[in-house]
């Protein structure tokens, strides 16, 4: 008779380690972190360390030594910098304009967008496709390119808007005064559009049809049912989609400089607060006072940005 033959002790309690929770457990982690390794190398190259270095360069100042015409040495001023800048009017004239100018432009963009998604949402799946994607067109384009286009069509020499209206006898003016600001805002809202209209098209794409079919048997028209049911239950896409507006309006920098190109009276080298920190950056040479600049930027955007939330978020709830 063949008898059965138990594994050694040892080998038994090996196996039941290598099979223990703890040790899995152990080993998910390691892959885990693994898994997600190049996105933390990138997060510390491209966010952790710039911040950091800037942060570290803020802390200092050019000096000359002697009476003025020694070499220049930078030096450690600790929290100097920063207590210039809330003395600053030409950076916080800027960061004003910018806010008051996106508070009008990013509601005209937001609103022209829901009334685009809406329009779309009750026509035909392949014609919203096609509609979708002609949208997206100025988009998908670089804003530099984008904004070279508009400038020409800007441009007082060589405007095609421009020598027709000229030839009606109408003299328009693009720029100065209010019209730099509704060029900007033209050329910005053609941007966003399609991108947020977008956004907005697929929240209403994921709401169920049985409430619509249960208002229309109600009797409610379409335009009641676009403001009664549709428009509520979006809310959460139109704050975010606001929210990222106002951040990207308070980084705004590529369209307004190259527009001064064409209007240096009308757009200043401290248009925005980004243009500010380009001109003490790499005209004036002032690197540090430049980070300080930037690092209160940032701050302010983020604190903007959370109230913005919150309050939006509180009133739509």
């Known amino acids: 008779m063949s008898t059965l033959t138990r594994p050694p002790e040892g080998a038994a309690k090996s196996a039941a380690r290598r099979t223990s929770p703890r040790r899995a457990g152990t080993r998910g982690a390691y892959k885990g972190v693994l898994f997600t390794l190049p ?35 930078v030096v450690f001023t600790g929290l100097s910098n920063f207590a210039t800048i809330l003395s600053d009017g030409a950076f916080w004239s800027s960061m004003l304009r910018t806010l008051l100018f996106g508070a009008a432009q990013i509601t005209v963009m ?52 421009l020598d027709l209206a000229d030839r ?72 975010l989609t606001g929210m990222f507006s106002l951040i ?13 190109y064409v209007a240096p009276e009308s757009i200043s080298t401290d248009f925005t607060p980004m243009m500010e920190i380009f001109d003490k950056a790499f005209k004036t040479g002032n690197y540090q006072y430049a980070a300080a600049e930037s690092l209160v930027l940032a701050v302010v955007t983020g604190i903007l940005a959370f109230v913005f939330y919150r309050v939006t978020n509180r009133k739509m709830s």
């Open 39 to 73: 996105f933390l190398v990138g997060f510390l190259f491209t966010y952790v360390l710039p911040i950091a270095y800037a942060f570290n360069q803020s802390l200092r100042e050019k000096k000359s030594s002697g009476i003025g015409f020694g070499p220049t040495k």
């Open 110 to 161: 937001l609103g022209i967008s829901l009334l685009l998604a809406l329009l779309l949402d009750g026509v035909a799946a392949r014609a919203v496709r096609f509609f979708r994607a002609g949208l997206l067109i100025p988009y998908v384009i670089p804003s530099v390119v984008s904004t070279l286009m508009w400038l020409f069509l800007y441009s007082p020499t060589a405007s095609p808007i």
């Open 248 to 260: 990207g309006r308070l980084q705004l920098f590529a369209e307004p400089l190259l527009l001064r």
């Open 168 to 239: 009606a006898g109408a003299h328009l003016s693009l720029f100065g005064g209010l019209n730099t600001y509704l060029s900007l805002g033209n050329l910005l809202t053609w941007q966003g559009i399609g991108f947020n209209m977008i956004l907005i098209s697929a929240s209403l794409q994921a709401l169920p049809r049985e409430l619509y079919e249960a208002a229309r048997i109600d009797g409610a028209r379409e335009w009641r049912i676009a403001w009664s049911i549709k428009v509520p239950n979006i809310t959460g896409i139109l704050v």
